[in-house]
């Protein structure tokens, strides 16, 4: 029976839109382990003091779930088909549209319902980077891809433009294997990183990385020896990802709800350097660049402007 249920909730999953689906037991990451407390001890979380919390649960799925079997790893494609103006201050294409803890919460949803259903009284807990959970290491255990260089999830023929997902539930299941790393020895993503927060080792400094920098980071001003070195980007930065060959094969999402406001593609540089609070709410009504508020996206527009010493 296990591999049957296993064979419902990938069938339902694609179903729902989700790109890829694996399954692999909920058990401690004893690799992930070691890779942990040296990132953290090395301070590489800056000042996302969050990413210190609960550590024993990230590690482990059955402390989040009791008598937690199996952890249901999905992702959901975001590439968008259109691109904004290359001129203007950019922001990271998983922002273009509606938040995604939104949109794939609510497939979430549906497919926890649908296993309720379907296979019975379960319990668990379902996931969006919106919990202590390793969703890469659990995605590359569960098959779906693997952590390239820059430490994103890759997906084979599809890319690392997805979002991560988990279900950890009560109920065994047939579980997926990994698969092979296809980074050979490709250093573009280390070589194209302008702050140099992608290591040999594959370990990323969250606290060098310009994403860190433009939506985690709240002080009122940015480092001055960023200066420059930002490149255009106001929230976010896809540089690791663009420059990626995986992503040569990456297709436009078919999700709706992530197609950008009308306006965002085409601002120019000059409206982007004038926006105001009232545009900055209609335009980011349901995006995640929310996050930053108009004070952050202001304060990072401002620091990617020309001849101007802090």
Known sequence: MTSSYSDMIK??????????????????????????EKWLKNSMNGQMHYMSNHFDKRLDPRLLVTGAKSVISLSYNYFPAQKQNSDAPQISKYAYGE?????????????????HEEIGEIEGRFFTDSAPVMERAWAQK?????????GNLILPHQGSF????????DLELSYDTPIQDYCGTCTRCIDACPTGAIYAD???????????????????????????????????????????????????TEETRFSPHFSLLNMTEKEWHEISPEI??????????????????TRNIKFLEKNIFL
């Open 142 to 150: 569960s098959g779906l891809g693997w952590i390239g260089k820059n």
């Open 202 to 252: 594959r370990q990323v400094d969250g606290s060098k990385c310009i994403s860190y920098f433009t939506i985690e980071l709240r002080a009122e001003q940015l480092p001055t020896e960023m200066k420059g070195k930002f490149q255009n980007w106001a929230f976010g930065c896809d540089i690791c990802q663009d420059v990626c060959p995986h992503n040569k094969k990456s297709k436009a």
């Open 280 to 297: 900055f709410s209609e335009i980011f009504q349901k995006s995640a660049v929310k996050r930053t508020k108009y004070k952050g996206l």
């Open 162 to 169: 997805h979002f991560l997902a988990e279900l950890i539930i």
């Open 11 to 36: 069938a339902k999953a694609a179903d729902l839109g989700f790109s890829a689906c694996g399954i692999s037991k909920a058990d401690f990451l004893e690799t992930e382990a070691p890779r942990l």
């Open 99 to 115: 938040d995604y803890h939104s949109v794939v919460k609510d497939k979430l949803k549906a497919l926890y319902a649908f296993i």
